[in-house]
């Protein structure tokens, strides 16, 4: 609720803060108004009563029941009129805290990322951005006006008929919330055991449907079915023993407040039959129990969602509690490029405690160097990327740009100097123009055309029949390895940073396109610092030097003909490759 109250009462937004007030003063209203019409009732009901010698009049019975529906009326018009007011503060509230979430999670480290479930997390802010509305609207709307109708109502028995009634109200509702808190709590165990399974049902299909590819690959539907069907089956059994105690609850609910009711009317018939009230009494009570009793039956409801409101919303909250594992310095200022010298010096990093993945990692890449490494799988090349990206902070040693230390610069400057063109291309489920384009928002039509001339697929795009407008689906699926991968060749062109990170970025090319494209990476590379992390060895030959890793040190460095005269690991890999290459012409 702390989170909450600063997105209802905002401070920079003043007229916020009146629609507020407001709501609340026609929130008073409404229930003035609501009670008025059983009284108005309860007056038209004597005046009809043969037995009362002061029969009101005709006209004034008329105008009491036309006061009647007036009074209805304006009980349903009046809490409109409190949605009109507060309905821009509630969708306010939800786009705000939507938004603070969504740039938490992009704040987040890319371990965090790789760690969770992308189903099971949007199903978290989803269910969390959906309670804030009903919180604000029951919370605000329906138990504390129930409460303040319930004094109101108190009074109104204490003056106008005794206050024994006022007693008998208090107590039902008293007993009614003690039994429905006690009760919701006893459900909450349900509840959350259907949510825990209805996240996994959701995540098992979101994952089994990003991976459609994958499971045709395997002829895998039935499993992938079969394991969904058993996630529903255990959300359907958790769902049915919730259901099964709302059941038990509602009886409960009605059993307290129609005790209540009838309490109030046993005493009030006898007070009539004595002729201690008249007969018109029985309408007014009985209408103004009821009257409370509509709420109250929500209140079990809403607390019970409330309740549930909160835990979702608690699961979404909890997120933004989770700190950045790399953050910008207090004193972070803006990395300034001259040159790009890039330097590792004394590079030691792991990602968990006992797995240590770069051991004394030394080298340096000269301004507008093309800089190639290369090992076997798991060698380390990706994660040296990945430490000057700065998705994961060092654990000793230190890595430079220009002389800056990039832990004391800002994120965002040391990002937009580098470009990324990485192995497995993952594209935007929108427009080739707009993926492109995404380097460089704003962007105009003739400079992503000029990036995808240089990417080698402008060509390829103008022959379609939407040609830039053309949606590539799900994570770029309907376009092949190649196309995507030139098409991320295009969008980091298009970025024009200073320097370039290759990450077996024509892997997925045939042998003709590869040589377009290394000829056009060439040309972008001129005047950048690159570092080409490379398993094809005949696409570095022309690096300044070559960096050959194992097991996360550099074990040889140079050109490719020092490397191959050295006869070393380099060359051994080389020759391998020359062989298989043979072997498969």
Same mark, same amino acid.
């Given at each position: 609720?702390?989170?909450?109250?600063?997105?209802?009462?905002?401070?920079?937004?003043?007229?916020?803060?009146?629609?507020?007030?407001?709501?609340?003063?026609?929130?008073?209203?409404?229930?003035?108004?609501?009670?008025?019409?059983?009284?108005?009732?309860?007056?038209?009901?004597?005046?009809?009563?043969?037995?009362?010698?002061?029969?009101?009049?005709?006209?004034?019975?008329?105008?009491?029941?036309?006061?009647?529906?007036?009074?209805?009326?304006?009980?349903?018009?009046?809490?409109?009129?409190?949605?009109?007011?507060?309905?821009?503060?509630?969708?306010?509230?939800?786009?705000?805290?939507?938004?603070?979430?969504?740039?938490?999670?992009?704040?987040?480290?890319?371990?965090?990322?790789?760690?969770?479930?992308?189903?099971?997390?949007?199903?978290?802010?989803?269910?969390?951005?959906?309670?804030?509305?009903?919180?604000?609207?029951?919370?605000?709307? *329906?138990?504390?006006?129930?409460?303040?109708?319930?004094?109101?109502?108190?009074?109104?028995?204490?003056?106008?008929?005794?206050?024994?009634?006022?007693?008998?109200?208090?107590?039902?509702?008293?007993?009614?919330?003690?039994?429905?808190?006690?009760?919701?709590?006893?459900?909450?165990?349900?509840?959350?055991?259907?949510?825990?399974?209805?996240?996994?049902?959701?995540?098992?299909?979101?994952?089994?449907?990003?991976?459609?590819?994958?499971?045709?690959?395997?002829?895998?539907?039935?499993?992938?079915?079969?394991?969904?069907?058993?996630?529903?089956?255990?959300?359907?059994?958790?769902?049915?023993?919730?259901?099964?105690?709302?059941?038990?609850?509602?009886?409960?609910?009605?059993?307290?407040? *129609?005790?209540?009711?009838?309490?109030?009317?046993?005493?009030?018939?006898?007070?009539?039959?004595?002729?201690?009230?008249?007969?018109?009494?029985?309408?007014?009570?009985?209408?103004?129990?009821?009257?409370?009793?509509?709420?109250?039956?929500?209140?079990?409801?809403?607390?019970?969602?409330?309740?549930?409101?909160?835990?979702?919303?608690?699961?979404?909250?909890?997120?933004?509690?989770?700190?950045?594992?790399?953050?910008?310095?207090?004193?972070?200022?803006?990395?300034?490029?001259?040159?790009?010298?890039?330097?590792?010096?004394?590079?030691?990093?792991?990602?968990?405690?006992?797995?240590?993945?770069?051991?004394?990692?030394?080298?340096?890449?000269?301004?507008?160097?093309?800089?190639?490494?290369?090992?076997?799988?798991?060698?380390?090349?990706?994660?040296?990327?990945?430490?000057?990206?700065?998705?994961?902070?060092?654990?000793?040693?230190?890595?430079?740009?220009?002389?800056?230390?990039?832990?004391?610069?800002?994120?965002?400057?040391?990002?937009?100097?580098?470009?990324?063109?990485?192995?497995?291309?993952?594209?935007?489920?929108?427009?080739?123009?707009? *993926?492109?384009?995404?380097?460089?928002?704003?962007?105009?039509?003739?400079?992503?055309?000029?990036?995808?001339?240089?990417?080698?697929?402008?060509?390829?795009?103008?022959?379609?029949?939407?040609?830039?407008?053309?949606?590539?689906?799900?994570?770029?699926?309907?376009?092949?390895?190649?196309?995507?991968?030139?098409?991320?060749?295009?969008?980091?062109?298009?970025?024009?940073?200073?320097?370039?990170?290759?990450?077996?970025?024509?892997?997925?090319?045939?042998?003709?396109?590869?040589?377009?494209?290394?000829?056009?990476?060439?040309?972008?590379?001129?005047?950048?610092?690159?570092?080409?992390?490379?398993?094809?060895?005949?696409?570095?030959?022309?690096?300044?030097?070559?960096?050959?890793?194992?097991?996360?040190?550099?074990?040889?460095?140079?050109?490719?003909?020092?490397?191959?005269?050295?006869?070393?690991?380099?060359?051994?890999?080389?020759?391998?490759?020359?062989?298989?290459?043979?072997?498969?012409?």
């Amino acid at each position: 609720m702390r989170a909450l109250l600063p997105h209802l009462w905002p401070k920079d937004k003043p007229s916020y803060k009146l629609r507020v007030i407001a709501a609340f003063i026609v929130i008073l209203l409404g229930q003035v108004v609501s009670l008025g019409a059983p009284i108005l009732l309860e007056e038209v009901v004597n005046g009809l009563d043969q037995s009362n010698p002061a029969v009101i009049a005709v006209a004034t019975i008329t105008s009491l029941v036309v006061g009647y529906g007036i009074f209805r009326l304006l009980s349903v018009a009046v809490p409109q009129l409190r949605e009109f007011l507060f309905a821009r503060v509630g969708q306010n509230a939800q786009r705000e805290v939507a938004i603070d979430v969504f740039r938490h999670l992009h704040a987040l480290s890319l371990r965090f990322h790789l760690e969770r479930r992308t189903g099971g997390l949007s199903r978290i802010i989803e269910r969390g951005i959906r309670s804030i509305d009903f919180l604000f609207r029951f919370l605000l709307f *329906n138990i504390i006006p129930t409460f303040i109708q319930l004094g109101i109502i108190a009074v109104l028995f204490s003056i106008r008929y005794d206050p024994v009634y006022a007693v008998i109200a208090a107590v039902t509702v008293i007993v009614y919330v003690w039994f429905t808190v006690a009760s919701t709590e006893w459900r909450l165990k349900f509840r959350r055991e259907m949510n825990q399974q209805d996240t996994e049902a959701n995540t098992r299909a979101v994952d089994s449907l990003l991976n459609y590819e994958t499971v045709k690959y395997f002829n895998n539907e039935r499993w992938e079915a079969d394991r969904y069907n058993d996630a529903m089956a255990k959300y359907q059994e958790a769902a049915i023993r919730s259901n099964n105690s709302l059941a038990i609850v509602n009886i409960g609910q009605s059993l307290i407040f *129609n005790a209540g009711i009838v309490a109030i009317l046993i005493l009030a018939t006898r007070a009539i039959a004595a002729g201690e009230m008249e007969v018109g009494v029985i309408t007014g009570i009985s209408l103004i129990m009821m009257q409370l009793y509509q709420p109250l039956n929500i209140l079990g409801f809403a607390y019970r969602e409330i309740k549930q409101s909160m835990i979702d919303m608690e699961k979404m909250f909890s997120l933004q509690k989770v700190e950045p594992e790399v953050e910008d310095r207090p004193d972070a200022r803006p990395l300034a490029v001259d040159g790009a010298a890039i330097v590792f010096d004394n590079v030691h990093f792991r990602y968990e405690e006992d797995r240590p993945i770069l051991k004394g990692v030394s080298f340096a890449a000269q301004p507008g160097e093309k800089i190639a490494i290369v090992g076997h799988s798991g060698a380390g090349k990706s994660t040296i990327s990945r430490i000057l990206y700065r998705f994961y902070d060092i654990d000793e040693g230190s890595v430079t740009i220009d002389g800056q230390d990039i832990r004391e610069v800002t994120q965002d400057s040391l990002r937009a100097a580098i470009g990324m063109v990485p192995q497995d291309t993952v594209l935007f489920n929108e427009t080739i123009g707009y *993926n492109i384009a995404y380097a460089r928002p704003g962007a105009t039509q003739t400079q992503i055309e000029q990036a995808a001339q240089m990417a080698q697929i402008h060509d390829f795009v103008a022959g379609l029949p939407k040609g830039y407008d053309t949606v590539v689906g799900e994570r770029g699926l309907k376009l092949s390895g190649g196309e995507k991968q030139r098409v991320a060749i295009a969008r980091t062109i298009l970025k024009n940073p200073p320097i370039l990170i290759l990450d077996e970025a024509t892997s997925a090319l045939d042998s003709v396109t590869e040589q377009g494209i290394q000829t056009a990476l060439r040309n972008v590379a001129e005047s950048r610092t690159t570092l080409v992390i490379a398993h094809r060895l005949s696409t570095i030959i022309d690096a300044d030097r070559i960096l050959v890793m194992d097991d996360g040190k550099i074990i040889e460095q140079g050109t490719h003909a020092e490397l191959l005269t050295k006869g070393g690991d380099y060359a051994e890999l080389w020759q391998r490759q020359q062989e298989d290459r043979q072997a498969a012409e």
